[in-house]
């Protein structure tokens, strides 16, 4: 059996086209197939070592736009191919807008008997497939060698040399083609000429194949959550605003806060917040601040939310959602 490794397009802008080869801004995302894409590998066959690629484009989006049920159609392919025993792992292309969400998502839900043995590597690019200087065939063909890599395993994130785990990688710059950041935990390794240089530890993959073994979501039943900040001068009309019934949205279930500092809450905010979950509405702190986490609890806090262990908002959210859903 010819071992396989599978490309999986999402669109972004690794994907994307613009109207001159010299605007790496003026581009429209999530307009190349990821075949087309796969061409553009440099040193794609000496790296791939006589396996096979299989590629699929699941989505061609810009990941702005991406909706939970895309992230189930994403799931639904990578568990596909994973259980399959001759492939070795799986790389996404994907935005960079959103992938730390997506990475997040698949490394809460997809089956830890496959991550364990088996990676997941989200790939992505902040310069256009048409540029001069395209940064994604050099990006996919690091995701490649690290997907290939014996002892690599779990979802990872893979931009611009740099491999980062899925719990603590951040798109931190909105430009430059090193735009994605580990915070304190910073990469796990290195991508040098097709090679990996492990600089800490492959992610911890805990029973469920989820921190939260909450079971993956049918389109219909995932749990609204919204993400807020507290702010000098917040009110409580945003809060109040989410609660009231709005015909294009279910109900909502729970609110992710970023706090200030310490997750620390603006009170007239932290008031309209206790109200809600007065509801039933369940409310996570997170910090606001670029690194660190919440620590112990806050003088401040008179809401007694939960505070998130050290996930950013976005992925806090997700993990919301996850839970409410694995509750319900
Ligand atoms: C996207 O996230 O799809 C567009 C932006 C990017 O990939 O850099």
């Not at 014996?150 to 893979?158: N, S």
């Not at 015909?247 to 909502?252: G, Q, Y």
Request: aromatic residues 4%; charged residues 20%; contains cysteine.
């Amino acid at each position: 059996m010819t071992e396989k490794l599978v490309f999986l397009g999402m669109g972004g802008t690794i994907a994307g086209t613009a109207a001159s080869a010299g605007d790496n801004v003026g581009y429209k995302a999530a307009q190349v197939g990821v075949q087309a894409l796969l061409a553009s590998v440099p040193g794609l066959v000496p790296l791939l070592g006589g396996r096979e690629v299989l590629s699929e484009q699941v989505c061609q989006i810009d990941s702005k736009d991406l909706e939970h049920t895309d992230w189930r159609s994403l799931w639904d392919r990578v568990s596909h191919y994973l259980a399959i025993d001759d492939v070795s792992g799986v790389v996404v292309t994907h935005g960079t807008d959103t992938l730390e969400e997506t990475a997040y998502f698949l490394s809460c839900t997809l089956p830890v008997e496959l991550l364990k043995r088996k990676p997941v590597v989200l790939t992505c690019a902040m310069r256009p497939a048409s540029s001069l200087t395209p940064d994604g065939p050099g990006n996919m063909a690091d995701a490649a060698a690290v997907a290939l890599c014996k002892e690599a395993h779990g979802v990872l994130v893979v931009c611009a040399g740099k491999i980062h785990t899925a719990a603590h990688v951040q798109k931190v710059h909105p430009y430059r083609t090193d735009a994605f950041d580990s915070g304190e935990a910073g990469p796990v390794g290195l991508v040098e000429e097709g090679r990996v240089r492990l600089l800490g530890d492959w992610p911890t993959l805990t029973a469920s194949g989820s921190p939260i073994g909450s079971p993956v979501l049918p389109s219909d039943a995932w749990p609204r959550v919204e993400l807020l900040i507290s702010h000098a001068g917040a009110t409580g009309a945003v809060v109040r605003a989410m609660l009231e019934t709005d015909a294009d949205a279910a109900p909502l279930r729970g609110i992710v806060v970023a706090g200030t500092g310490n997750g620390t809450i603006h009170k007239i905010m932290e008031s309209a917040l206790l109200e809600a979950q007065e509801q039933g509405i369940r409310v996570v702190r997170v910090s606001r601040c670029a690194y660190g986490q919440v620590v112990g609890g806050s003088a401040t806090d008179r809401s007694g939310a939960f505070a998130s262990a050290g996930l950013s908002g976005v992925k806090a959210r997700i993990g919301l959602m996850l839970e409410i859903a694995s509750q319900s």
